[in-house]
């Protein structure tokens, strides 16, 4: 599997962005879940949102509830990270990552990683 992540850039603080992450090869028929992660410069790699299957089951970090949405479009092997309120602190390169557990939350349990995006949110 092959993802490959877009949509990131640089916002005022307030805005939005929505980030794409399209899969390629053996895709969503595995039945993967699939997640965001972020890292800021110095610190780990961590989780931001977690999407089922079947999308049915949606899990975030604290610090993005009520602000972020993942989503996805199985018929276009496409997850979504629609990104508002943004502030500072959120300033990181973004990763969407795949794996065969039903849910996972490190980044251990992830088999494929795309190649990021990054994310700038200007005060």
């Known amino acids: 599997v092959q993802l490959q992540a877009s949509g990131g850039g640089l916002v005022q603080a307030g805005g939005s962005l929505r980030l794409s992450c399209a899969a390629s090869g053996r895709t969503f028929s595995s039945r993967y879940f699939m997640g965001w992660f972020r890292q800021a410069p110095g610190k780990e790699r961590e989780f931001v949102a977690g999407i089922s299957w079947s999308g049915d089951k949606l899990y975030y970090t604290d610090s993005v509830k009520g602000r972020f949405t993942i989503s996805r479009d199985n018929a276009k092997n496409t997850v979504y990270l629609q990104m508002n309120s943004l502030k500072p602190e959120d300033t990181a390169v973004y990763y969407c990552?795949?794996?065969?557990?039903?849910?996972?939350?490190?980044?251990?349990?992830?088999?494929?990683w795309g190649q990021g995006t990054l994310v700038t949110v200007s005060s």
């Open positions: 990552a795949a794996t065969r557990a039903a849910i996972a939350t490190f980044t251990t349990a992830y088999d494929y």
